[in-house]
């Protein structure tokens, strides 16, 4: 790994801790206008000094992301599809030149292992992690879940070992039990877990814990951090579990402290 690699690595996963929180904003590439993503810039800017990483798309973060912020930009460059149509059928929509200018830190795209698309969407992987190569730029694969897969841990470590040997440098996956095996399957390679649906507060900072307790890098939350009923609290209450190793009882009492 060269050092332009690492360097952007390092911006996205501390090196003090070896962990980190990324807040994820996407949602719009597919869904929309997302409930809490409405007004993507009064949604994030609160929640800016407490994430890690930003993952956003190109429009979205021309539109609404102030370009003084002080945080890396993971880009989303894949999609092509809407909530109305088959969901794996992607295709890169952002170029390395436009990642470039945007100042991405890292770009990311979807890889649905087992859906109609998966030859397609695995290419796409490829393809990124060549131009990503060429200037220093890792690439974040999505281990997204298609509609009959089962989120469990042999299926979530074959989706994500795939995403490993094709050359992705970071892996995103959906926690499950046995998450272990999943962390294991991917050897060095750094495991983030999607935060998914919206789940009560407190059963979303039981998987953090869960997650990292089972070698998870850390988390890429949205939707149970931006569509929380304190956002500001539940980012710092992540937090608090990944970065300081607090205990769920003692992050549930940061979130309520902050509601």
């Known amino acids: 790994m060269n050092w332009g690699m690492k360097n952007r690595l390092s911006r996205i996963i501390k090196p ?63 999609g092509g599809q809407s909530i109305l149509k088959e969901l794996s059928n992607e295709i890169i929509t952002t170029n390395i030149d436009d990642a470039i200018r945007i100042n991405a830190t890292a770009i990311t795209c979807s890889v649905y292992i087992g859906g109609e698309y998966e030859k397609q969407t695995i290419d796409n992987l490829s393809k990124l992690v060549d131009e990503g190569e060429k200037y220093g730029i890792p690439v974040l694969a999505v281990t997204a879940v298609g509609k009959e897969m089962v989120r469990d841990a042999r299926y979530l470590a074959l989706a994500s070992r795939i995403c490993v040997e094709i050359g992705a440098q970071i892996i995103k996956t959906y926690y499950t039990e046995d998450f272990g095996k999943v962390v294991e399957a991917c050897g060095n390679v750094p495991v983030v877990i999607a935060g998914g649906k919206k789940l009560p507060e407190k059963e979303a900072l039981q998987m953090t814990t869960n997650a990292v307790s089972d070698g998870a890098t850390g988390v890429d939350m949205g939707r149970n951090i931006f569509q929380s009923d304190s956002p500001v609290g539940m980012i710092q209450a992540v937090r608090a579990i990944v970065h300081e190793g607090k205990s769920l009882d003692e992050a549930y009492e940061i979130y309520k402290s902050l509601k």
């Open 16 to 78: 003090r801790s070896g962990r980190c929180v990324m807040l994820a904003v996407d949602h719009g590439y597919f869904q929309g206008p997302t409930t809490g993503l409405s007004n993507i810039s009064e949604t994030v800017e609160p929640l800016l000094p407490y994430a890690d990483a930003l993952m956003i798309t190109r429009g979205a973060v021309r539109n609404w992301i102030d370009p003084a912020v002080e945080i890396p930009i993971i880009l989303r460059v894949s």
